[in-house]
């Protein structure tokens, strides 16, 4: 891991807000900063704090998120996006792609979609602050953070990799386990985890359930399907 992933979030709906919030404090190296009403407070913001990622909504008044998006592009600020709005437009996905979104959710949208999101974007922080210098595979698997979601969430599933923590999920039998236990058991990292676990989730091998008796914030779950 390479630490706290500071996230803020421009969202001009109280409820979605705080639903975003939720969804992205549910990993613990995440802390969302700030939330903004709209886009001027968030780039207020941004020039005098360092911001891993920008959860942002489209429409909002005064200025919407693709142009937060060209300013913060503009003033060169290093800042990842996700974009999470209703439009579903063409020339506002086609622009939304040229500024380089990591991923972009439609709303309505499940936790499920949106913790697939954070997993693409955590893949490409750790890659990206990991290494001074990149292999061609690593450079490959950047590049190809930009296919559609699909291709890019079944591309390079390891079939050993992903049959050791089913045959596992299948040993604790009933109980359910977080990322981070499943990890700690298996050696394997737990963002190799919790990718294969939204995979096995994706393929119905696998549920997905909120823990909210941990006394802080709550935590997801995995346990095989029933």
Known sequence: MTGVINVVIVEDDPMVAQINRKYAEMTDDVIVRKVCAGPKEALEYIRDHSVDLLIADEYMPGMNGLDL???IKRGGYQCSSIMVTAANDRATVERALKLGVIDYLVKPFTYE???QAMDRFRRRHELLNSEESFTQKQIDSLISAEQTRQEEYTKGINTETLRKLEEYLVRIGPDSMSSDEIAQATGFSNVTVRRYMNYLV??????CVTDYKTGGRPRLH???SQ
Request: charged share 55%; hydrophobic share 25%.
């Open 113 to 115: 979609r949106f913790s």
């Open 202 to 207: 994706e393929k119905g091998k696998a549920e």
């Open 222 to 224: 995995y346990k095989v």
């Open 69 to 71: 998006l060209e300013e």
